[in-house]
């Protein structure tokens, strides 16, 4: 069965750090690109970066809203999907999504999503 | 980069079609044919229904149907059913950031 399984949501104070992780299973993660999708509440998509697979470079894309402060990574060795949150805002309060690019019909298109993970910022 | 324009509402009768539109530019619609489409009811994880415009994944209803023209795309939904009821959103790369959602529209079956 096709599965992504995020992990590492929680409630943290502005300023600081959470890590995010996404395990995958039923495909070959080292073909796929991977992706983070945010969605705060009550608000819509907001596509927050992605990952390329290793032989494409393994390149990173950040939304403006996040770059400089998170980190995505991949660790093809344990099908595992990273996201670092660094100096982190209130507005980054959403339920955080992994997916999938490039596993079962192309690049480009979302493909395999997670239940997601809720991050919440407050003080 | 800004979002791309979908309508915040549809609304249609069980059989009826409806259509939703996903305004961009000649920098992402318009350039590249790599719009998407996602299906997401409330309290779950947003499902992938179109891709490539007009290309429906394995296991989707061919009710779903989408297109493009120029700086926009559609989805159309036909013979609508109660379980059509959702959150739709479009996306599509673009040439300075590989992917930007639309606002989302949601559509209820009347």
């Known amino acids: 069965e096709v599965q992504l399984v995020e992990s590492g949501g929680d409630l943290v104070k502005p300023g600081g750090s959470l890590r995010l992780s996404c395990a995958a299973s039923g495909f070959t993660f080292t073909n796929a690109w991977m992706s983070w999708v945010r969605q705060a509440p009550g608000k819509g998509l907001e596509w927050v970066g992605r990952i390329k697979r290793k032989s494409d470079g393994g390149t990173t894309y950040y939304a403006a809203p996040v770059e400089g402060r998170f980190t995505i990574s991949r660790d093809d060795s344990t099908n595992t999907l990273n996201l670092q949150m660094n100096s982190m805002k209130t507005e980054d309060t959403a339920v955080y999504y992994c997916?999938?690019?490039?596993?079962?019909?192309?690049?480009?298109?979302?493909?395999?999503w997670g239940q997601g993970t809720t991050v919440t910022v407050s003080s | 980069q800004s979002a791309l324009t979908q309508p915040a509402s549809v609304s249609g009768s069980p059989g009826q079609s409806i259509t939703i539109s996903c305004t961009g530019t000649n920098s992402d619609v318009g350039r590249y044919n790599y719009v998407s489409w996602y299906q997401q009811h409330p309290g779950k994880a947003p499902k992938l229904i179109i891709y490539e415009v007009s290309n429906r994944p394995s296991g989707v209803s061919n009710r779903f149907s989408g297109s493009k023209s120029g700086n926009t795309a559609s989805l159309t939904i036909s013979g609508l059913q109660a379980e059509d009821e959702a959150d739709y959103y479009c996306s599509s790369y673009t040439s300075s950031s590989p992917l930007v959602f639309g606002g989302g529209t949601k559509l209820t079956v009347l």
């Open positions: 997916t999938t690019e490039g596993a079962i019909v192309g690049y480009h298109a979302l493909e395999i």
